[in-house]
């Protein structure tokens, strides 16, 4: 297990093609996943084993100061009681904005399976995600 960022994500901030404070930036609870630093999308994890078990609304209230990306904490609803999950933070629509656009096309930003809390062991129902209060927040770039 280890927390990671993926190298297309550092590749897409570059490029422009992923904006944490104004696209919409989900995090999903996935078991069953491997982390691979060179996956790039939502379908690479769920097509190398990797299987969704409920999506949080788009984060509120982000912010990027410093170098450091940072939201409210959000809730995550676990569809099935399976053991093992890692959180998946991943951009869910275009960089502008707007409506979800498919798996194959939401960017992979980071894969958290180790620390406080983690992995998750969810039942049926609501799972808090609290992020952490001090740096690195929800990451931290550079």
């Known amino acids: 297990m280890a927390n990671g960022y993926f190298t297309p994500f550092v590749e897409?901030?570059?490029a422009g093609e992923i904006d944490l404070d104004t696209?919409?930036?989900k995090v999903a609870l996935v078991r069953g996943y491997t982390f691979s630093a060179a996956h790039k999308f939502v379908s690479d994890v769920t097509g190398?084993?990797?299987t969704i078990n409920g999506t949080s609304a788009a984060l509120a209230n982000k912010t990027v100061t410093g170098g450091v990306f940072d939201a409210d904490d959000t809730t995550v609803s676990a569809t099935a009681s399976a053991v093992n999950?890692?959180?998946l933070l991943f951009q869910a629509s275009a960089v502008t904005g707007g409506a979800d656009v498919a798996a194959s096309a939401q960017r992979l930003i980071a894969w958290y399976d180790t620390g406080t809390g983690l992995p998750i062991q969810p039942g049926?129902?609501?799972v808090s995600i609290t992020w952490p209060a001090?740096?690195?927040k929800i990451l931290k770039v550079g």
């Open 23 to 25: 696209a919409s930036i």
């Open 48 to 50: 190398a084993g990797g």
């Open 134 to 136: 001090s740096n690195p």
């Open 124 to 126: 049926t129902g609501t």
């Open 85 to 87: 999950h890692g959180l």
């Open 12 to 14: 897409g901030i570059i």
